[in-house]
């Protein structure tokens, strides 16, 4: 018998804390569905069945690139309400002999209300800085007011920057989870 993540979590709560977010699912800023090929302000889609599904960004090359994605997550019935949130986004960089690498992951959350209306961020964690090495970084959601069945709306932008104009930067997200801190 197979129990999926949020089965367990019910049964053991603390047990499982990472809920992955389904890569395929992440939208463009407007709700439009993602392609292969990312264009300017939103991110493409890689997927090879049996190894790996990423966020792929436009390559910069002696410019700034800012995708956008956007994905909807309803908070379980087991998420205790108040209780802060943490998003874990595990973030890499495709460089091709580029200079003044760098570039940024950042997160905007906002709770939506059945009315379509919507909160200020509730993302307390600035920007982070991203290295070519797969890495987590983690970004704070204040809980204070949220409740199960709440619909977060998630936002992630990220920068891609390349300033020399010899090579590449393209951003990889790898995967983005929701850590519910039981």
């Known amino acids: 018998m197979h129990l999926g993540k949020h089965t367990l979590a019910r049964a053991m709560p ?17 709700g439009a569905t993602l392609s292969a090929s990312a264009g300017a302000g939103y991110f493409g889609i890689t997927c090879t069945p049996g190894t790996v599904a990423q966020l792929i960004s436009e390559a910069a090359q002696n410019n700034t690139k800012t995708p956008i994605a956007a994905i909807e997550y309803v908070l379980p019935d087991y998420y205790q309400p108040g209780r802060d949130i943490t998003l874990i986004a595990n973030v890499s960089r495709t460089v091709s002999a580029g200079t003044t690498l760098s570039g ?26 991203h290295a070519t090495a797969a890495a987590d970084y983690s ?5 204070a007011g949220l409740a199960p069945g709440d619909k977060l709306l998630i936002k992630m932008t990220a920068t891609a920057i390349e300033g020399g104009n010899t090579g590449t930067v393209v951003v990889n997200v790898n995967s983005v989870r929701v850590n519910l801190n039981f």
């Open 139 to 143: 970004f704070t959601i204040t809980g």
């Open 104 to 129: 940024t992951i950042d997160f905007s959350v906002y709770e939506q209300a059945d009315a379509g209306t919507g909160t200020t961020d509730l993302c307390a964690t600035a920007a982070q800085n």
């Open 14 to 30: 603390g047990l499982l804390t990472d809920i992955p977010l389904n890569i395929l699912d992440f939208k463009t800023a407007a």
